[in-house]
Protein backbone atom coordinates (compact mmCIF):
# COMPACT_ATOMS: atom_id res chain seq x y z
CA UNK A 1 0.00 0.00 0.00
CA UNK A 2 1.50 3.17 -1.05
CA UNK A 3 -1.07 5.90 -0.97
CA UNK A 4 -1.03 10.27 -0.88
CA UNK A 5 -0.09 11.65 2.48
CA UNK A 6 -1.26 14.81 1.76
CA UNK A 7 -4.30 14.24 3.70
CA UNK A 8 -2.32 13.74 6.77
CA UNK A 9 -3.23 11.21 9.82
CA UNK A 10 -1.81 7.70 10.08
CA UNK A 11 -2.19 5.32 7.49
CA UNK A 12 -2.21 1.62 7.44
CA UNK A 13 0.74 0.66 5.25
CA UNK A 14 0.58 -3.21 5.73
CA UNK A 15 -0.20 -5.95 7.33
CA UNK A 16 2.08 -8.85 9.90
CA UNK A 17 1.50 -12.07 11.32
CA UNK A 18 0.49 -9.42 14.74
CA UNK A 19 -1.71 -7.10 13.33
CA UNK A 20 -1.38 -4.11 11.29
CA UNK A 21 1.62 -1.59 10.57
CA UNK A 22 0.48 1.71 10.92
CA UNK A 23 3.07 4.13 9.27
CA UNK A 24 6.70 2.96 9.37
CA UNK A 25 7.54 1.64 12.48
CA UNK A 26 4.26 0.79 14.58
CA UNK A 27 2.65 -2.64 14.20
CA UNK A 28 -0.67 -2.84 16.32
CA UNK A 29 -3.24 -5.73 16.83
CA UNK A 30 -5.98 -4.02 17.00
CA UNK A 31 -6.59 0.04 15.90
CA UNK A 32 -8.74 2.94 16.37
CA UNK A 33 -7.77 5.37 13.53
CA UNK A 34 -8.48 9.17 13.92
CA UNK A 35 -6.96 12.06 11.42
CA UNK A 36 -4.92 12.57 13.56
CA UNK A 37 -3.60 9.05 15.52
CA UNK A 38 -3.50 5.78 15.89
CA UNK A 39 -4.49 4.20 19.01
CA UNK A 40 -3.85 0.74 20.48
CA UNK A 41 -6.97 -0.71 21.06
CA UNK A 42 -8.26 -3.38 23.03
CA UNK A 43 -12.06 -4.01 21.38
CA UNK A 44 -15.12 -5.44 23.57
CA UNK A 45 -16.48 -8.75 21.77
CA UNK A 46 -18.17 -7.48 18.46
CA UNK A 47 -21.60 -8.15 20.07
CA UNK A 48 -20.70 -6.33 23.03
CA UNK A 49 -19.03 -3.19 20.70
CA UNK A 50 -20.59 0.42 21.74
CA UNK A 51 -20.22 3.88 21.46
CA UNK A 52 -17.65 3.80 25.00
CA UNK A 53 -15.56 0.93 23.50
CA UNK A 54 -15.23 3.93 20.37
CA UNK A 55 -15.56 7.04 22.57
CA UNK A 56 -11.88 7.84 21.57
CA UNK A 57 -12.77 8.34 17.68
CA UNK A 58 -16.36 9.93 17.98
CA UNK A 59 -15.14 13.34 19.14
CA UNK A 60 -15.04 15.47 16.98
CA UNK A 61 -18.18 13.34 14.64
CA UNK A 62 -16.68 11.63 11.89
CA UNK A 63 -18.47 11.45 8.59
CA UNK A 64 -18.64 7.81 9.67
CA UNK A 65 -16.78 5.06 11.49
CA UNK A 66 -15.32 2.39 9.43
CA UNK A 67 -15.71 -0.89 11.41
CA UNK A 68 -12.99 -3.60 10.48
CA UNK A 69 -14.74 -6.68 11.87
CA UNK A 70 -11.78 -9.45 12.04
CA UNK A 71 -10.80 -11.81 8.92
CA UNK A 72 -14.93 -11.99 7.86
CA UNK A 73 -17.31 -9.44 7.60
CA UNK A 74 -19.66 -9.41 10.57
CA UNK A 75 -23.10 -6.81 11.59
CA UNK A 76 -22.59 -4.64 14.17
CA UNK A 77 -24.94 -4.36 17.24
CA UNK A 78 -28.15 -2.85 16.01
CA UNK A 79 -28.10 -0.89 19.54
CA UNK A 80 -24.43 0.64 18.24
CA UNK A 81 -25.99 1.85 14.90
CA UNK A 82 -28.94 3.24 16.13
CA UNK A 83 -27.05 4.59 18.66
CA UNK A 84 -24.39 6.24 16.17
CA UNK A 85 -27.16 7.63 13.86
CA UNK A 86 -28.71 9.29 16.62
CA UNK A 87 -25.76 11.48 16.62
CA UNK A 88 -25.30 11.91 12.41
CA UNK A 89 -22.60 9.46 12.34
CA UNK A 90 -22.73 6.25 9.65
CA UNK A 91 -21.03 3.16 9.92
CA UNK A 92 -19.67 0.61 7.39
CA UNK A 93 -18.63 -2.50 8.74
CA UNK A 94 -16.05 -4.66 6.42
CA UNK A 95 -13.39 -7.72 7.25
CA UNK A 96 -10.25 -5.81 8.69
CA UNK A 97 -7.99 -5.72 5.64
CA UNK A 98 -10.44 -4.20 3.72
CA UNK A 99 -11.18 -1.54 5.90
CA UNK A 100 -7.70 -0.79 6.69
CA UNK A 101 -7.54 -0.44 2.72
CA UNK A 102 -10.48 1.91 2.84
CA UNK A 103 -9.31 4.11 5.30
CA UNK A 104 -5.94 4.72 3.44
CA UNK A 105 -8.55 5.66 0.16
CA UNK A 106 -11.05 7.82 1.91
CA UNK A 107 -8.11 9.50 3.76
CA UNK A 108 -5.99 10.29 0.64
CA UNK A 109 -9.48 12.49 -0.15
CA UNK A 110 -9.19 14.11 2.72
CA UNK A 111 -12.28 12.47 4.10
CA UNK A 112 -12.95 13.19 7.51
CA UNK A 113 -13.54 9.27 9.00
CA UNK A 114 -12.30 7.31 11.81
CA UNK A 115 -11.89 3.69 12.31
CA UNK A 116 -11.68 0.87 14.07
CA UNK A 117 -10.13 -2.33 13.43
CA UNK A 118 -10.85 -5.89 14.85
CA UNK A 119 -7.75 -8.01 15.02
CA UNK A 120 -7.29 -9.89 11.56
CA UNK A 121 -7.68 -13.28 13.99
CA UNK A 122 -11.05 -12.20 15.49
Known sequence: ???????????VRGFTPKGFRIDDTTVLEAALLTVSEA?????PPLGALDEAALAAILDPAPEFVLL?????????PRALVAALDA?????EPMDSRAAARAWGVLR???????????????
Request: no cysteine.
Open 1 to 11: MNLDRSAGGPL
Open 39 to 43: IAWTP
Open 68 to 76: GTGNTLARP
Open 87 to 91: RGIGI
Open 108 to 122: SEGRQVSAALYPLGA
